[in-house]
């Protein structure tokens, strides 16, 4: 069995459920937790705040925890056939030293927060123009 606290939580409550304890109850429980209680958060993805700063996650320790780097953004052009688009990316020599920060929300809707801002997962208003595959930047 893995440390992962859901794991252990779902198979104690099959065994208490069926009155035995089976080991098709810890493949079940891995089975239930893979679906239910993963973190959509991963090394290289990129937390936004309203502001268009960026948090980069650098690891992800566990499902509430995660080490990363905050970054200011940097406006970047690109032409194409229907003249020029701007994108919001991180500015990366300017980043911020590692820091681990938790999760809130980790399997809804992912955030961080510091002080009064709140940087979400990928978030972007439905008109707003970004890169659609950041480099990686960790």
Known sequence: MTGCRYERAIKQSLNKVFDNKSSVHITIAELIASYS????????????????????????????????????????????????????EPDIDQRSGIQKKRIFSPFSEPCVRIRRRKFLLESKLRYEQMSYSPPLFT
């Open 37 to 88: 209680h993963k973190s959509v958060v991963r090394p290289g993805s990129y937390l936004l705040c309203p502001t268009y700063h960026f948090f980069i996650v650098s690891d992800v320790l566990s499902q509430h925890w995660v080490k990363g780097f905050f970054c200011p953004p940097r406006i970047d052009f690109t032409r194409t056939v229907f003249g020029l688009q701007q994108y919001y």
